[in-house]
């Protein structure tokens, strides 16, 4: 069974400093990977997502992602955040069956 | 584009009482539609997926006789919580998936907040 884990499950930066979330998923398979953030009182948004092609793919709001298959992992990364980065970070998989498994979320925490 | 709507955003009901939550894609149409369930501080959990014109696929755990779906058309599908009692409380988010190339990328809702007293 497919499943995906995210390695940190609250974060606490200042701004500026630089983020990286790890997401790692178990399935052999040919793979989709999304990343979507929840901002307090609001609904999931797309962040990225990675299908095929370039492995490191960028998405909203200066966020990146690299997919790395021999470590089947997917982290999300930013150079530098800012205090309304402060939400909720799931990564999700599907094999192409259109089922998205998510992992635990990351609550990141932005200090201005 | 790829907005989904979700109604009514939060809702107190009586145990025993059945509720039901739309959701509904304002501008695509979405073969299917997905409903999950959140827990607080914790990830969403599939319940279902929603096919317009057919019987829901459940997962596994999840009461078909309990939370009753129905996509009837390509824009809409319900949720119907029955009999709730406080043990269903629960923020339930629905998604919808745009057909062709798009499809495994899902919208979703702003959820439902469902309190049962």
């Known amino acids: 069974a497919q499943s995906v884990s995210q390695h940190n499950h609250h974060v606490i930066l200042s701004e500026a400093a630089s983020l990286e979330l790890g997401c790692n998923y178990s399935y052999g398979g040919t793979v989709n990977l999304f990343w979507y953030v929840q901002y307090p009182g609001q609904h999931l948004q797309l962040l990225l997502k990675y299908f095929s092609g370039d492995p490191l793919v960028k998405g909203i709001k200066g966020f990146e992602a690299e997919f790395i298959k021999s470590k089947f992992s997917f982290n999300l990364r930013k150079p530098s955040v800012q205090w309304s980065d402060t939400a909720e970070y799931f990564c999700?998989?599907?094999?192409?069956?259109?089922?998205?498994?998510f992992g635990q979320g990351t609550t990141l925490q932005v200090k201005p | 584009g790829a907005v989904v709507s979700q109604h009514p955003s939060r809702v107190i009901c009586k145990s025993g009482t059945s509720v039901k939550i739309e959701c509904r894609s304002l501008?695509?149409?979405?073969?299917?539609m997905f409903w999950y369930r959140q827990f607080p501080k914790q990830s969403l959990m599939l319940m279902a997926t929603?096919?317009?014109?057919?019987?829901?696929?459940?997962e596994q755990g999840v009461e078909k006789d309990k939370f009753l779906i129905n996509h009837a058309s390509l824009t809409l599908s319900t949720l119907t919580v029955t009999s709730a009692h406080p043990e269903d409380s629960s923020f339930y988010i629905c998604?919808?998936?745009?057909?062709?190339?798009?499809?495994?990328?899902?919208?979703f809702g702003a959820g439902t907040r469902l309190s049962v007293l």
């Open positions: 999700a998989v599907n094999a192409d069956t259109g089922k998205l498994i």
């Open positions: 929603s096919n317009e014109g057919s019987k829901a696929t459940y």
């Open positions: 998604s919808a998936s745009p057909p062709g190339i798009t499809k495994n990328i899902q919208y």
């Open positions: 501008d695509f149409q979405a073969t299917t």
